[in-house]
């Protein structure tokens, strides 16, 4: 893929909608792009296939349904009809479509014309292969999320085709995957994701440092607070300042159990992502959030920051006295 020549061609304007719908204001959705896109099936029934192994020793594996074939072959005949796309990699899931798709150069109709005639080769299999009351299969609209560089093509493969896997986990260890409301400690309530019970742990440390520490300063913290850790200290901390964030990033690249306080909360079906995931799925880290989930991106205040260190520095007392 010549990145440089695909980024000399490609119009970006405006920023995202607050919505599960993503759709780019000011994007031109006829233009040469690189799009994820993301469909659900509608009140998420199991229809497109079948979850197989653990995820774990045995690899998981999503056998389609007569249905999630029928899918897919729809997913991979929209070249036929629209030459201007190539469909790059997809991964089915027993709700849900993954896709990434090329629009290599422009085309006809809008890129929602394109997915709405493929939907509509979804319903016509649909109708014909399961007897529901239901009259499409779908749920209104889709997901497109914008690629712009490569690296975030790369990581979006990535995801896409780790899916399976981490339904496998999930299901395996529900409860570190699922927002649980109302988790009281150290005086406060938070919303909590990850491994609760590392708020039980014998010896909580706040992780704590000024923005005015230097570099070198920085490094001995993180070295003291990484001995601390190896000998068995869960570290808890908003991680704000560069030396809290240095500490908690090096506790989490090696392994150490750590406990995040974060200043947006959690939407209801939110989950970790990236290597959080796997992080959360060994136990070892643990998302704790005071406040309601917003979908706009803030800057946090002064008076949170406090506000975040003195529940930090609570959750850690509280075992002490």
């Excluded at 979804?122 to 399961?130: D, G, K, M, P, S």
């Excluded at 850790?229 to 991680?239: C, K, N």
Aim: net charge positive.
């Amino acid at each position: 893929m010549d990145w440089e020549r695909y980024k000399s061609k490609k119009k970006w304007a405006g920023d995202l909608k607050p919505s599960m719908k993503r759709r780019r204001v000011g994007h031109d959705y006829l233009e040469r792009c690189i799009y994820m896109i993301t469909l659900v099936v509608k009140e998420r029934r199991h229809l497109l296939g079948t979850l197989t192994g653990d995820g774990d020793i045995q690899p998981a594996i999503v056998q389609p349904t007569p249905l999630g074939q029928a899918v897919i072959q729809s997913l991979v005949s929209i070249p036929r009809f629209y030459p201007e796309i190539d469909i790059w990699t997809h991964q089915l899931m027993p709700d849900h479509l993954h896709a990434i798709i090329f629009v290599k150069q422009r085309i006809p109709v809008h890129l929602g014309t394109v997915i709405n005639g493929f939907k509509v080769a979804c319903n016509r299999a649909y109708r014909e292969l399961v007897n529901s009351d239901l009259p499409s299969l779908w749920e209104e609209g889709y997901n497109d999320r914008i690629l712009e560089h490569e690296g975030q093509l790369r990581g979006m493969k990535a995801y896409i085709l780790d899916n399976p896997r981490r339904l496998a986990i999930k299901r395996s260890h529900p409860d570190l995957f699922q927002v649980q409301r109302n988790i009281q400690t150290g005086g406060y309530t938070f919303a909590a994701l990850g491994n609760i019970f590392l708020l039980d742990a014998p010896l909580l440390l706040q992780v704590q440092c000024s923005r005015k520490i230097t570099q070198e300063q920085i490094q001995a913290t993180v070295r003291y607070f990484l001995s601390r850790a190896r000998d068995g200290a869960v570290l808890v901390s908003p991680s704000i300042s560069p030396g809290e964030k240095a500490v908690m990033r090096a506790a989490f690249e090696q392994g150490y159990p750590i406990i995040i306080l974060h200043e947006n909360g959690f939407a209801p079906l939110a989950k970790p992502g990236g290597r959080r995931f796997d992080a959360c799925a060994q136990g070892r880290l643990l998302m704790l959030a005071p406040w309601e989930h917003h979908n706009d991106k803030r800057t946090i205040r002064r008076d949170q920051c406090l506000d975040l260190n003195k529940m930090a520095q609570a959750i850690c007392l509280k075992n002490t006295q």
